[in-house]
Every structure is written in C-alpha cells, then in structure tokens.
C-alpha cells in the first residue's frame, strides 16, 4: 500500500493569499492541528494551529505573516509505514503527500491512517489473536507459521515489540480461525509461553478498540 493510495478526499491546501482565520476554520472542520499551504502545485510547507493562534491579527493573509512553514512530507510512491512513521516521529495530524517533482498532489490526515492500518493489518477480518512471548535469539516466525498451518488456520497479521530491558519479543499473531485450542495445544507442547488469546469475538472487538485507540492517541499527541 503506497501513500498515494490513501490520500483524503477532504483536503484542499491553503493558498498563500490565504487569511489565517480561514486556515483555523479548516483545521476545525477538519479535526487536524496542520493544513499544507501550496502555491498552486508548489508545496510550500504545513502550518500550525498554534502558530497561528500567536498572530496578532488573523486576517492577515498567510504569506504577509511570519508563521514557520515545516517542510515535512512523504512521496506519493512510499510505503504506508513511513507515512505512520513520519506521523508519529513528528507528532503531524497531516501528512502532506508530494510527487517526485515536489508537486503536492494531496494529504493523509488521522481518518486514513486508522483506515489503512486496519485493512493493512487484518483486523477486519474474523480470526482469533495470540500473544506469545519469545527469547530474541530463539524467534523464528516460519516456525511457528508452521505450527499454526499445521492445525488448519493461516496467519493473516504478525506483530513484533521488544519487552524493555530484556531480551524478549512479545509476538502477537492474527490467525485465520477463532478456535485456538488446538494450536495453543500445539505451541505448550513447543514450550512456546502464551501471553494471551482472544477467542471471542467481545475480546476481540475489546482488543481492537484497545489498540487503534492507543494510535490515535499516539499519533495526536
């Protein structure tokens, strides 16, 4: 999935002959802390919020004022992961998307991202979630997709974190089915350590949430 992909319908950049107010009434309506400001198809740079809030008149066009202008931006053909990347890196509500002529071509704001991620990462489809916990230098994924094949389900998502200060992975798999007994079985007899398992669809509903509320929370902050 490339940035270009999944670029908001809902975003006009701002010209530069722009007021301030209405780069405010924007970003109101659009539940987003940035907008990019373009001279038609020159990026020219994404302003914020609170910069704005420090003018001393808001009618004032845009390029009569002195608001920083921060140059961040993917291109168009980059992969979904850097967007989230440079999202969170920056703290951006909005990430402007450029061609390689450095023309704007449009932005992703937090809506799509969470859209993407979902599809992305098989959360929306039906399955069960288990977490295993895994010594770094025994982690082999092809060994325990095996495990997991072997018992009739397919691995549709894995996710990898560090535990800190330790050496251990904390794995948490996305699996075609929602009966995990049979594969827990399989993995307590590999002496693999289960963290957790979501068999219901409450607990699995219940995790979702969990965790696309913690991005966007991650990716507002």
């Known amino acids: 999935m490339r940035a270009k992909d999944i670029l908001s319908p809902l ?8 007021p301030a ?3 405010l009434n924007w970003m109101e ?16 740079g994404l302003v914020k919020n609170e910069d ?24 168009a053909d980059v992969h979904f992961y850097e967007v989230v990347r440079l999202a969170a890196a920056e703290n951006l509500s909005l990430i402007p998307v450029l061609d390689h002529h450095n023309n704007y071509v449009g ?34 994924l092809s060994e ?14 894995t996710t990898v974190t560090s535990v800190p200060n330790s050496q251990l992975l904390e794995v948490t798999i996305k699996v075609s ?9 399989t993995l307590n007899r590999y002496d693999y350590i289960i963290k957790a398992s979501f068999a219901e ?15 966007m929370r991650f990716l507002d902050t």
Do not use: C, W
């Open 11 to 18: 975003v006009m950049p701002l010209k530069p002959s722009d």
């Open 21 to 23: 107010s209405l780069a």
């Open 29 to 44: 309506d659009l539940a987003v802390t940035h907008l990019p400001v373009a001279d038609k198809e020159n990026f020219l």
């Open 52 to 75: 704005i809030y420090g003018l001393e008149s808001l009618d004032a066009p845009l390029n009569k004022t002195k608001l920083p202008l921060t140059r961040s931006y993917v291109y």
């Open 107 to 140: 932005s992703i704001t937090r809506s799509e991202i969470i859209q993407a991620m979902a599809g992305f990462t098989s959360v929306i489809q039906p399955g069960g979630i288990l977490v295993l916990e895994v010594n770094a230098q025994h982690y082999v």
């Open 144 to 157: 325990i997709a095996r495990i997991i094949e072997a018992n009739d389900a397919k691995v549709l998502n």
């Open 177 to 185: 089915v929602m009966d995990l007994s049979s594969i827990i079985q």
């Open 201 to 215: 669809e409450s607990q699995y509903d219940s995790l979702l949430s969990e965790r696309f509320e913690s991005l």
